[in-house]
């Protein structure tokens, strides 16, 4: 069990929805348009949703973005040099958690009595809330006014950079004046966002461009998704009885010419059958012979972030095949080797057109008795199951009232840091996580992090160690979200901007802005969720930090 002193605000949610805390640890904040403010003692954390307090930025009409900066970087060095960082190590008293009820999915209750939880160790920059005042005063000598504004409402929450003739030049502020992030992260103002139409529309200039859905409310009576199962399934048939020779026309079959496909690293984007046959399959497909499809989850609806205009099928499981030839540097071991997937793909007039396929590449490094991390993870490794249900492949319609359930739940969860953020005294991570979640709930992580169980152990062994090495973490969204029955998802493209600060995985802490690429697959019991299933692309995620795995394994 870990806290923070008391008066700092902290916030717990699952994978994705974001886990930020408004400590006290002293960072580098990253280059802002428009310009976000350096919270005091508050590390930019508290940006990740529009549940937060509004963002304070400089503003300064007439005055150019590059201009801003380029003071902004001015009053930084000279605020830097004046007060430098001075972390001091602390540790928090201890505190008493009274007893508490607890709930399991099955209606078992149990009370646990009240303990002593230790004091967490922290560090403090002493001289952190003096460097910012020290900025602040520089700016305002330059002419800059320090504004608080509401984030800009819609889906998108990335805008297109340095839109011509928006935002290269700062405009006098209105009433209707918000802000939003561009591509590289910073923060724009928008001088004027009208109501009708959603942020990417009016930045695209285009007026029949249609809001994002995100009411959660799927359209009744729902349309008739068996055709979409059918195009998915069809597909997998295929591909199971495909080779290295024959995959690419099995792909020239079931996709569009131009499917988009997002893979994990080393494979990124690519488009269309033939490169994503060259870049995956045919390699996969040369070093691994026999391959089945055992599939866990498998079901389809729509795309929420797009107002549920689309159809999309998700399928996860594990490939299982004979490891007879190495495979990325990983070397064969002759036996049964389980690769974990999770695939989203998109369905348009019969063929996919947008295909995400995340696997698990640490968890096959595992099996073929490889450790490339330098520290043990937190939680457990193992050949993840299924749901504890046996239900997961929906291959028959669902209950829309069902769906709409499973979503509503999703969603709560995803916005849970709005609600412990507008609280006088903010929940305890047990109190927040059991709002959404049953007492026993499994967190099926990826290898590098690990499985967990119960809300407990699911803060000691994840939450805990996660928010104390990660920093100005950013919610970008998601590409696609959607539930049916009891089960739902979603995956982003990067779903999340951080920094680990203070070091994760055996990677050193660092200043360096890192995108983790997300699916999350949730199973619903009665009220609350119960099965969480998380793909991360953790090998793009270390690249991105300078270490790259698959080279040291070569080497």
Known sequence: MFRVPQGVRQTFCMAEAPVTVNSIVSGVKPRQTGTMKRPVASLF???TLAGCAPPAVYHQPGVSVARLQSDLLSCEVAALKDAPVANQIRRSPPVFIPSRRFCNSDGHCYHRGGYFAHGDVYTVDVNARLRNDLEDQCMTRKGYQSVALPRCTGAVVRTPAATPGRVNVMQALTPNSCVARDDENRWQVIPQAPRDLSLLGWLSGRSDFKPSGMTAMIPTPAPDLDPVKAVSQTYAAALEAASAQTVASVLSEHLAPDCRWYGMHPFHEQTGPAAIAGTFWEPFLTSFSRVQRREDIFFAGLNEIDGFSSTWTCSMGHFMGLFDAPFLNIPATRK????????????????ITQSALFIDLLHLMAQAGLDPLSVTQTGAQLVQPGPRTHDGLLTTAQDTAQSQKTLARINNMISSIDHANAAIRPPSPEDELAVDWHDDMVWWGPTGIGATYTIERYIQ???APFRRAMQGRVLNGHLCRMAEGTYGGFFGWPNLTLTNKNGFMGVPGNDIRADMRVVDIYRRAGEKLVENWIFIDMLHFLNMQGVDI??????
Do not use: S
């Open 45 to 47: 954390l508290c940006v």
């Open 336 to 351: 049964i080797a389980m690769l974990r997937y999770a695939e989203f793909n998109k369905i348009e007039n019969g063929r």
């Open 461 to 463: 062994q994840h939450q």
């Open 550 to 555: 698959l080279a040291e394994i070569d080497a």
